[in-house]
Each structure stands twice: as C-alpha cells, then as structure tokens.
C-alpha cells in the first residue's frame, strides 16, 4: 500500500545544510532597498552582493575563497548615481556581470581574476535606453554578449553588449515585473502589473501568446523549463501565495495551480534544468521549498523544505558548474541576512558510493556561448553548450570583455590623433565638419578631404617654422662658444688672473680664479 502513495524519486532525500561560519561571509552592510531583487550572485569564481552606499550605488565582489570577516574598507563597485537594484554576472564569462539602477542605467564590468584590490569606478559599457529604473537583467542562455533588461518605462530592451547598442525593444502595455528566456533562448516570458502573462518573439517583439496570470496584484515571476512549459508563483486575490506550470498554448489554463501558504513575500523561483527542480524563497522567509518537475500528474510534486531560524534579506544561486560533485551537492544557494551574514547553504543526496554519480550530474550548461550575438540576432537559435562534470570543471580560458561600438560618436575621432604623429597618415576632422565615415549626403566625403589636406598642410608649414628657428639657435651657440674659447686663450697667455672654463651638458661655464 506505501508503495502506491510514496513516489519513487532520487531526490526524496534531499536536505540542505549550512556550511560553518568561516565558510560563509560576515559583516556585509546588504542592501536595504524594497525592490523586489535577489541582491546576490555567484558563479565558480565569485560571490557579489549589492550593498547600502552613501551617494549612489555599489556593491561588493569577493573571491569564493574569501570568506570569514569582510573589511570594511574592501574595494567596491561604485559608478551608478543612484542604487543599484539587479546584478547578474555572465554565463560565458566568469570576470564579467552586468548592473542595473535607479539611474536607468546598466552597466558592464570586468573583474580581475583574484578579486578586487581598489574600488573600481570605470564600467567597460555603459548603456543608456530606459527612461526609468532599471530593475530586472537577464543574460541569454547560448548567445555571447546578448542582455536584457527590464526597467520601469514598461519596455523590455536586448542588448548587444559587445556593440553597446540595442537589438530589439518591446513595448510592454504595463509595468513588467519579471522575464525569463527559454532554453534556447528563442523565445521570452514576462509577467506584468496588469496580471498577464505574455509570451514574446525577442528579436522581432511581435506577441506570440498571452494569458492571465494570478490573480493577485503583487508581483508575479514566471520561468521558461527545459520542456517549454512555463512555471509562475504569484499571488490569489486572497493574498494566499500560489505556484502554477503552464503551456505556451494556454497561458489562462494552468495545468497545476496550488496553494502554498498566506505569507506576503513575493516567491523567486530558481530552476535547475539538469534535474528539473525548483527551489522556491523569498525575503522574509526563513525557509526554502524545493520540487521536482515530471512528466506524470501532478506534474510538479514537492519534496521538501530547508528551515532556518533567520530570515532571508536575498538569494544567490551558484550555477551547477560550481557544485561540489564529489559530495554529490546539486545545489548551492547563498542567503543574504538582515543583520549582515551571507550564509553558505548545501542541498546534498546521501549516498554511499564514491564514485561519479552520472544519475545526479547529467551534462549541465558549460561556459561557452553556442553561438554569437549576430548570429542569433540573424534568426539563428541553439540549445546552450553541455560539458560533463564526471572530470571535474575546468574553466575554459576568456578574453577580456571589449566592446566594439559600431555607431560612430565624437569618442571614435580622438585615437586618430596618434595615428597622425606615428605613421603621418590621414588627421581627424576638426570639430563641427562632417565625419568621413558616415557619408553625410553626395558631397560629404569631398568636403571632409579637402578640410583634411588643408590641416595637414598647416601642420607641415608650422613645423618647417619651428626647425629654422631651432637651426639659427644652434649656430648662434656654436659662434659664442667659439669667442667663449677664444678669449680664454687670450688671457691665459698674458698671465691675467686664470679663468677656468668647464662644459657640462652643452652648457658653458666661466669661473674667475683669485
């Protein structure tokens, strides 16, 4: 009879531990801000954590390795005007995450490899397109250098990061809450205040499906699965938290929609497409859900909660390449606490073997794009790139985040100045003439030429001036050395007191000698 009831799953036993204090991280002043964000990020080689700074925003990145006691002076990431409110570090680059802001703004940074040793204030992008905060990013599953990013003007804008310009913008009808990409990336997600869920062509923008979501009017978050169903938690009308699965076809008509409890914090679902499971918190909580998605009704089946006596200020979660395998961890999650303390969290499956266990860590996302940022946005679509972690997961060697603006603007002119003075090539237009470049009509290019030939010439008089003067100062010195000289023979030969003449570095010294 048990053996109808109870379900037959590797991931029964499950359980979460927290690792020991000097393990986890201390005396963070974590971000006070209401806005419904994670606040934290890790990957395999950092943890970042968004901070309360005086006159605008920062945050912190630490070394995975630096944990214990944080300086208090520890360098930080500084440069937005207002706070900073998501942080997202890319999937293909381990030194590289994206910041947005109240200033709506968002920004690229680079880290270096051992962390930070001075606070770092210059981005590698900057890039200006919403006209409000910006309060959601999200980096393409398989395409490099492609982000998005939600702000409150209700548009939905996707970057070219390595171009700092924009390849698609979506014009929301309300304020979008959250968006998630599907696991190929050729589709996009979002929930909004006007309690829809809509289904979207990223490049083109054109609305593919919609549906009503909760019914509550707190925020909603909605996340593509592996099987292109759709997994959303939200509120009811009588505030009572709810999760739901959903098919694009369908978006109105759950399939699953059940109750989790009456509490008021807004749910962030965090997903593992290895093994399909959902992780379920929220801040305020003190605990974290976790199920397990199937095939087989009732589809989504609850496994179970880690509880904990201290509530959770916001949750990172670390990318399966940065599991522990050999203890057979299949989840890490870091939680921020109010009262400072980012604590270490292990989901573990006990087991007895230890060998690999190809059952718990099938193929998972690697760090290298599948395909280019042109490519996708040229129609391309690919699943993310699978590595096996049966030898362990080594990082593939990355370049350094560049970006090559392809919209020519007045920063491009001033490196043509160098090029003058090295190679004697073609000079930069002066200020106010068309640029050669952007063509500027049938007679622009003809116009910048002559403007240019005629600055070169100046150039050539000027300096041809500046040699004959030097030349007449140079024969000029070469006589009074000469008569310097001279007069020096002079009085020694009829014994006036000596005059000792010295040279030193070209210049002529006389010293009268009593």
């Known amino acids: 009879m048990s053996k109808g009831i109870v379900r037959t799953s590797k991931f029964r036993h499950v359980f979460?531990?927290?690792?020991?204090?000097?393990?986890?991280?201390?005396?963070?002043?974590i971000s006070k801000n209401s806005w419904d964000s994670n606040f934290c990020a890790v990957n395999p080689k950092?943890?970042?954590?968004?901070?309360?700074?005086?006159?605008?925003?920062?945050?912190l990145v630490l070394p995975l390795n630096k944990s214990g006691r944080v300086d208090v002076n520890a360098p930080l990431v500084t440069g937005h005007k207002g706070p900073v409110l998501d942080i997202a570090w890319c999937p293909f680059n381990d030194n590289v995450i994206a910041s947005s802001s109240e200033d709506t703004t968002v920004k690229c940074w680079q880290i270096p490899d051992y962390g930070l040793t001075r606070?770092?204030?210059?981005?590698?992008?900057e890039l200006h397109g919403h006209q409000r905060r910006v309060g959601f990013l999200s980096w393409h599953p398989s395409a490099n250098n492609v982000l998005l990013s939600v702000g409150s003007d209700n548009k939905v804008i996707?970057?070219?990061?390595?171009?700092?310009?924009?390849?698609?913008?979506?014009?929301?009808?309300?304020?979008?809450?959250?968006?998630?990409?599907?696991?190929?990336?050729?589709?996009?997600?979002?929930?909004?205040?006007?309690?829809?869920?809509?289904?979207?062509?990223?490049?083109?923008?054109?609305?593919?499906?919609?549906?009503?979501?909760?019914?509550?009017?707190?925020?909603?978050?909605?996340?593509?699965?592996?099987?292109?169903?759709?997994?959303?938690?939200?509120?009811?009308?009588?505030?009572?938290?709810?999760?739901?699965?959903?098919?694009?076809?369908?978006l109105s008509e759950p399939i699953v929609l059940d109750v989790l409890d009456t509490s008021n914090g807004v749910l962030f679902p965090f997903y593992d497409p290895d093994v399909n499971l959902v992780y379920l918190c929220a801040k305020g909580d003190s605990n974290i859900r976790y199920f397990e998605i199937t095939d087989e009704p009732p589809f989504v089946h609850y496994i179970s909660t880690y509880q904990s006596s201290e509530p959770q200020r916001g949750i990172g979660f670390m990318p399966k390449r940065g599991c522990d395998v050999l203890n057979c961890e299949i989840a890490r999650l870091f939680k921020l606490h109010t009262k400072g303390f980012c604590e270490v969290i292990s989901f573990t499956v006990p087991r007895k073997s230890e060998l690999f266990q190809d059952d718990l860590y099938p193929d998972t996302i690697s760090d290298i794009p599948a395909l280019t940022a042109e490519e996708w946005y040229n129609g391309e679509d690919r699943e993310p790139v699978l590595v096996s972690l049966k030898e362990g997961y080594q990082s593939t060697k990355k370049q350094d985040l560049k970006v090559a603006k392809k919209k020519p603007n007045l920063l491009d002119k001033l490196p043509a100045k160098k090029q003058l003075s090295s190679s004697g090539g073609s000079?930069?237009?002066?200020?106010?003439?068309?640029?050669?470049?952007?063509?500027?009509?049938?007679?622009?290019?003809?116009?910048?030429?002559?403007?240019?030939?005629?600055?070169?010439?100046?150039?050539?008089?000027?300096?041809?001036?500046?040699?004959?003067?030097?030349?007449?100062?140079?024969?000029?010195?070469?006589?009074?050395?000469?008569?310097?000289?001279?007069?020096?023979?002079?009085?020694?030969?009829?014994?006036?007191?000596?005059?000792?003449?010295?040279?030193?570095?070209?210049?002529?010294?006389?010293?009268?000698?009593?």
């Not at 606070?119 to 992008?125: A, F, G, K, S, Y």
């Open 16 to 29: 979460g531990k927290a690792l020991k204090k000097e393990n986890c991280y201390d005396n963070i002043r």
């Open 46 to 59: 950092f943890v970042a954590v968004v901070i309360e700074a005086a006159g605008g925003g920062a945050f």
């Open 119 to 125: 606070t770092l204030t210059e981005p590698v992008v």
């Open 158 to 250: 996707i970057w070219n990061v390595g171009t700092a310009e924009i390849l698609a913008m979506i014009d929301s009808p309300d304020l979008v809450f959250h968006a998630s990409w599907s696991w190929d990336g050729s589709h996009l997600v979002t929930t909004s205040k006007d309690k829809k869920i809509r289904v979207y062509d990223p490049r083109s923008g054109e609305l593919e499906h919609e549906g009503d979501g909760h019914d509550g009017a707190k925020t909603q978050r909605a996340i593509y699965l592996k099987n292109n169903l759709i997994f959303t938690t939200g509120f009811s009308k009588m505030s009572e938290r709810q999760y739901s699965l959903r098919s694009e076809s369908a």
């Open 427 to 514: 000079t930069p237009s002066p200020p106010g003439s068309p640029n050669p470049s952007s063509g500027g009509g049938s007679g622009g290019g003809g116009v910048s030429s002559g403007v240019s030939n005629q600055r070169v010439e100046e150039l050539v008089s000027e300096l041809n001036k500046l040699k004959a003067i030097i030349l007449k100062h140079e024969v000029r010195i070469r006589d009074l050395e000469k008569k310097v000289d001279g007069s020096a023979a002079d009085n020694q030969h009829n014994s006036h007191p000596s005059i000792e003449i010295t040279k030193n570095n070209g210049e002529t010294h006389v010293a009268d000698e009593v």
